[in-house]
């Protein structure tokens, strides 16, 4: 597990462009799966604003909504493919069958997601689980890595 703290959301940015740089190499490095993050905390704990972070670090120019009501957002970012997902107003898990759910990940894909465990069960196991919680104008995050490839990129991370 790695712990970090963020006084100020520009802290929080910063960090997010650095990991982008690591997510990046894994997935030039050319994985059998895609790499897939969950993003916990509660309601403004700032999942969508790290997200946002990444999505830029990749090289994307434009905007970052919170896919609330479509539930994923795709930012193509040849030869990758950003998929943000926010399953907070999802009701029924079997929604997710019906947007074709496994189509997203695949090799060579990021996949975000806010609020996955209401898609529990129709969605892949996450390879590193990031909390964001609170603390005071602040926030505390964690890294837990979820699997091998989990692991090593976050061992790679730290070693930075
Ligand atoms: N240290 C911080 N890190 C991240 N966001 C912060 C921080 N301080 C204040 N904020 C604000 O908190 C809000 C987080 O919103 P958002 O990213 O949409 O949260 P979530 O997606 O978790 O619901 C934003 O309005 C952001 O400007
Ligand atoms: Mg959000």
Known sequence: MTALHFDNESQLLAF??????????YLEAGQEHSLTIYLNG???AGKTTLTRSIVQAFGHTGNVKSPTYTLVEEYAIPPFGIYHFD???LSDPEELE??????????????????ASRGQGMIPEA?????IEYAGEGRDLTLHPQS???ENLLANFNAK
């Open 87 to 89: 399953l907070y107003r």
């Open 127 to 131: 390879d590193i689980v990031v909390e």
């Open 148 to 150: 091998r490839v989990g």
């Open 42 to 44: 509660e309601l403004g």
């Open 16 to 25: 997010g462009q650095q990991f982008a740089q690591t997510l990046r190499h």
């Open 98 to 115: 019906f947007m074709g759910i496994r189509d997203y990940f695949r090799p060579q894909t990021l996949c975000l997601l806010e609020w």
